[in-house]
């Protein structure tokens, strides 16, 4: 099996790219929720004001992390709008576990 393959099967069988969805969604609802203030300078008021959109995964060998791991990257978009406002990803170890994720609010402008 080629490695292409044999990423794409650990991504499905683990629901990597739905689960990333899933957490951008609850960091997303964390967001609203503690900082209410910037979020709504910066657009976000509720789930009807963003999308989230799957940009991507990687298979990641890193000096900083001491295992392998796939990388599932998802895009946030302020409705209507057409430039990534929310950038997000999940690691996970090869094995389906997740790691890690970060989630950012790009300020308005400087994206």
Known sequence: MDLRKELDEIVKSYDLVERTVECFWANYDSYLDEEPEESHE?????????????????????????????????????????????????????????FDDHFVVEQKGLI
Not at 46 to 54: G, I, L, M
Not at 71 to 94: L, P, Q, T
């Open 42 to 98: 910066f657009g976000f008021t509720d789930r009807n004001s963003a999308r989230a959109e799957f940009y991507g995964y990687y298979y990641g060998v890193s000096s900083n992390l001491d295992f392998e791991h796939i990388k599932v990257c998802v895009d946030g978009y302020r409705h209507g709008e057409n430039c990534r406002a929310i950038s997000f990803w999940c690691i996970y170890r090869m094995d389906g576990e997740l």
